[in-house]
């Protein structure tokens, strides 16, 4: 804590040096003010410099859905570190609410909380927010901030008896102080048994906030292909506001491996879990904070993990601001999806296809690349449209890629009840032609990478179809196959 006496001397120079003229400190309004310093870990958290420290200590025997608190503490005040040590670390629940919501921002089984996952015995970790010793010792260095009041609970939902011994490291600050607005979160999610050509949902997040990081694991049932060729990840970001996106390459990459994952620990991303490895590799678990490289969202986030027929878990940590939600927008409900067809040229991209037509002269099914497919019907995820979950390569192939050089379809239906401007505003990369109403309204090209574009259309009163065709090739956004669709009022 050497830092902290630095930055008092430095204050105390400071006034010394006022009255002279000086200071050392120019941009400080005024000692008065609180100090805020950002979290060593996580630097979008910024904390009072002074506090008082105080600990929690607990030892106690939990009987069969019994439950206590580690800590209910009142604020303004932040969780620095927690400690738990357990006989039976699998059957215990935590839950942790902050400033009195009625649901609480996490609530899962402590181990998962911790990363021990694909129900395993506990394993070594060595990161900078989780650490996990030997012989149980489960330690947290998530900074988990409150304004009012924090209560973490362990619940037992086992069978038998469970001895459990606690330390929560925490600091309470000035009553008048008003922390930072983010909240820790914490989501597990599983899939047993995930899609041979699908993906897995990670999170979908309604809010403002950022991701602090996450586990991810998967337990090999499909041998067909390496378990970590699954097509990475995708990131679909503010589509009610800003829509934008991140894509990876291959799952192993997102986590800072090379050609396969292996036992192997650093401060941000790393392995503590894998059995096998190369293609002999059949259970895996990775994880990846997000310390100096926060993920910002400001509206809304959808993550999801490429998969094949594996069973896979993950654990999703972000923090958020507590009252923030998606605002609402105009987007279609659903969409009707087809394809996919070649398109290597954009005189390929310009050929008629099927879907161009009225649904009713539809075929029922159509063959491409080996497979016989059928029109789908889905519902966006924060106005996002992923052509990647539903149209990905044979399954005999390298089963974690989606098509390239390709294109497809989507056509919704726009009720309106006048006729009336408005303005579509499409987030996407590659190409895009537009048709309302069975009349081409654009074609959009967006070689560069992923943009946004806007065009002025008017609806008839009464149901209009919307029907458009998107492309994918390789491009800095990684073969990103995913569209945001939103209406507005043209002023």
Not at 161 to 185: E, G
Not at 238 to 245: A, F, L, R, W
Not at 278 to 298: K, Q, T, W
Not at 414 to 430: E, N, P, Y
Request: with cysteine.
């Amino acid at each position: 804590m050497h830092w902290i006496s630095t930055i008092k001397r430095l204050f105390a120079l400071n006034l010394l040096l006022v009255p002279l003229g000086f200071s050392v400190l120019p941009d400080i309004k005024t000692s008065a003010e609180p100090i805020l310093v950002p979290d060593l870990n996580f630097p979008m958290i910024r904390l009072p410099i002074e506090y008082e420290s105080h600990r929690s200590t607990k030892r106690i025997d939990l009987a069969e859905g019994q439950e206590y608190n580690l800590i209910d503490a009142r604020g303004p005040g932040c969780i620095r570190h927690f400690w738990i040590t357990t006989t039976v670390p699998d059957e215990l629940e935590i839950e942790i609410t902050c400033d009195g919501t009625e649901k609480p921002q996490i609530k899962m089984g402590m181990h998962r909380f911790f990363g021990v996952l694909l129900g395993k015995d506990p394993y070594r970790i060595e990161s900078a927010p989780i650490k996990l010793l030997p012989k149980n010792g489960y330690n947290s260095y998530f900074p988990i901030p409150f304004q009012s009041s924090c209560r973490i609970v362990l619940r037992n939902t086992g069978k038998g008896k469970a001895s459990v011994w606690s330390m929560v490291n925490w600091q309470q600050y000035d009553n008048k102080i008003t922390l930072t607005p983010y909240r820790f979160h914490a989501l597990f999610t599983e899939e047993k048994t995930a899609e041979a050509l699908g993906t897995t949902l990670v999170g979908a997040i309604s809010g403002k906030g950022f991701i602090a990081g996450m586990f991810h694991a998967i337990l090999r049932k499909d041998y067909r292909d390496m378990i970590w060729h699954t097509g990475g990840d995708t990131w679909l970001f503010d589509g009610e506001t800003n829509p934008h996106v991140m894509r990876g390459i291959g799952s192993e990459d997102v986590f800072g491996h090379s050609f396969g994952v292996y036992n192997d620990m650093s401060q941000w991303s790393g392995c503590p879990h894998a059995v096998g490895e190369n293609a002999d590799c059949s259970e895996v678990v990775a994880y990846r904070f997000f310390g100096p490289d926060p993920i910002l969202f400001r509206s809304s986030l959808v993550l999801r993990f490429g998969t094949r027929a594996n069973d896979v878990e993950s654990v999703l940590y972000f923090y958020k601001e507590m009252e923030s939600e998606a605002p609402k927008t105009d987007t279609p409900d659903t969409w009707t999806l087809s394809g996919p067809f070649d398109c290597i040229t954009f005189d390929d991209f310009e050929r008629t296809e099927f879907p161009e037509k009225p649904e009713s002269q539809w075929p029922e099914e159509w063959n491409w690349g080996g497979r016989t497919l059928t029109p789908v019907r889905i519902n966006p995820e924060h106005t996002w449209v992923d052509f990647t979950r539903w149209f990905r390569r044979d399954a005999n192939g390298n089963t974690g890629t989606q098509p390239v050089k390709a294109s497809a379809y989507a056509e919704t239906v726009i009720t309106s009840k006048t006729a009336r401007k408005v303005i579509l505003r499409f987030g996407f990369d590659d190409w895009m032609k537009i048709w309302l109403n069975d009349k081409p309204v654009s074609t959009l090209r967006h070689d560069n990478g992923f943009a946004v574009s806007e065009v002025p259309v008017t609806l008839d009163a009464g149901e209009n179809r919307l029907c458009l065709k998107l492309s994918n090739f390789d491009n800095v956004e990684w073969r990103c196959w995913a569209f945001s669709c939103v209406i507005r009022n043209a002023k």
